[in-house]
């Protein structure tokens, strides 16, 4: 089996967006050219920088090659850096390996950037506080990339995240760029290109990386595990602010923000983040040798905003100083590691056309009883080992 097979799925590849015509993060609009031919170096010493029109027809956008695609993402070339995420987010085979290869040509201008996880409920104010967090950064010097992790979109179709343009005023900004939940896949697949976009996004020069997410499913660990802190963001609600609230996902938290912390809310939100702060006292802390606290925001008025940075950056500086950022950025590139090998085994199980043909029999068999469970995974096991040894 090819390493193309890590590519999530075997769906059709998604359409790129056409350039100019289509907003950058757009790919689903997108026009039907793309890319089956995206592959293919070039042997002259084409620039990249032509147009290369094919007979009759007026092209709208030009193939780029791997080093096109290297070449723009490492001059934040906004349009290449777009399709190179394209690229990656693809399910297409031919699009996995010339995406690698770019990941490959870039990777050494990642690791850079400060990466930062944003989890919430629905509606605590995640993209608002990330529009907020984004546009102090950006007037103050930083290139900020905001992604999303977003399982929802690949089940529902709909995003729990919401849509970008909530973030209007932070796309205006020249120095940040907004890339939404890539759609289609598990959450493996969602994972490695979130991964990979982060990466190219860094090698574009981006310094700092917020990732939105939302407790779904698995999205909270998967995120911790790609960011170097991760944040929760709660409000203040009627009752008991912290019933219903996972314990696992304030052991999680480096932080946790009691945001919309404005108007009539500032008391309540004082008192909530009093609370939430006596919690984290008596949890686990999320990074060994860091204090988790909470702390207020608003979003709205950007009151407390610029501190959250603040502590960022003390954690940041406390973390690299005691080798705990080190060790676990490296841990993170051996879980990605595993978890690549993972999602592609059980694709490659599934996907198995032995496995695909019987397993509605042995499954319907299990389910009146006359197959035990063991015997029938057994058996599933054996199909999908012989049919691969032989
Ligand atoms: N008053 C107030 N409203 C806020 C604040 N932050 C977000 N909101 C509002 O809360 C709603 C949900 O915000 P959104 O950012 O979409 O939440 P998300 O689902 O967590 O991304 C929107 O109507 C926001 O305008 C804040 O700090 N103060
Ligand atoms: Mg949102």
């Known amino acids: 089996m090819s390493s193309a097979d890590f590519s999530s799925g075997g769906k059709t590849p998604p359409e790129a967006p056409a350039e100019r015509s289509l907003p950058e993060w757009a790919p689903e609009n997108a026009g039907s050219e793309f890319a089956s031919r995206v592959m293919g170096g070039v042997n002259d010493s084409h620039d990249g920088m032509t147009f290369t029109p094919s007979a009759g027809t007026a092209p709208r956008r030009r193939q780029l090659t791997v080093q096109d695609y290297i070449s723009g993402v490492l001059s934040c070339d906004r349009t290449i850096l777009s399709r190179a995420i394209t690229l990656v987010e693809s399910n297409s085979p031919s699009h996995f390996e010339t995406a690698q290869q770019v990941i490959s040509g870039v990777l050494k201008e990642t690791g850079r950037a400060v990466r930062v996880g944003i989890t919430g409920v629905p509606g605590a104010g995640k993209s608002t506080f990330i529009e907020a967090l984004g546009t102090w950064l950006c007037e103050n010097g930083h290139k900020v990339a905001v992604l999303a992790v977003d399982p ?4 529902t179709k709909g995003s729990i995240l919401g849509d970008k343009t909530r973030m209007e ?108 702060d006596r919690f984290l006292h008596y949890l686990r802390p999320s990074t060994e040798g860091w204090v988790s606290h909470a702390y207020t925001c608003s979003s709205i008025t950007n009151d407390g905003v610029p501190e959250v940075w603040e502590v960022i950056t003390e954690f940041m500086e406390t973390a690299k100083a005691s080798g705990v950022f080190m060790e676990r ?17 059980l694709r490659s199980f599934y996907d198995h056309p ?24 057994l058996e599933l096991l054996s199909l999908y080992t012989k049919q691969n040894q032989g």
């Open 152 to 155: 929802s979109s690949s089940v």
């Open 329 to 345: 950025r490296k841990q993170q590139s051996l879980s990605w590691v595993r978890s690549m090998v993972e999602d592609h085994l």
């Open 169 to 276: 005023r932070l796309s205006r900004c020249k120095n940040a760029f907004i890339r939404p939940s890539p759609s289609g896949g598990t959450l493996g697949g969602l994972t490695r290109k979130s991964r990979e976009t982060m990466l190219l996004c860094e090698a574009a020069g981006y310094d700092v990386i917020l990732v939105e997410t939302v407790g779904v499913g698995q999205s909270e660990v998967t995120v911790r595990d790609m960011v170097d802190f991760f944040m929760l963001l709660v409000i203040t609600g009627a009752g008991d602010e912290l019933q219903g609230m996972k314990k696992g996902v304030m052991e999680l938290a480096d932080a946790i923000v009691v945001n919309k912390a404005d108007g009539d809310n500032i008391m309540k939100a004082r008192t909530t983040r009093a609370d939430y």
């Open 354 to 377: 032995a496995v695909k043909t019987q397993m509605p029999e042995i499954e319907a068999r299990v389910a009146q009883g006359n197959l035990a469970a063991t015997q029938a995974a």
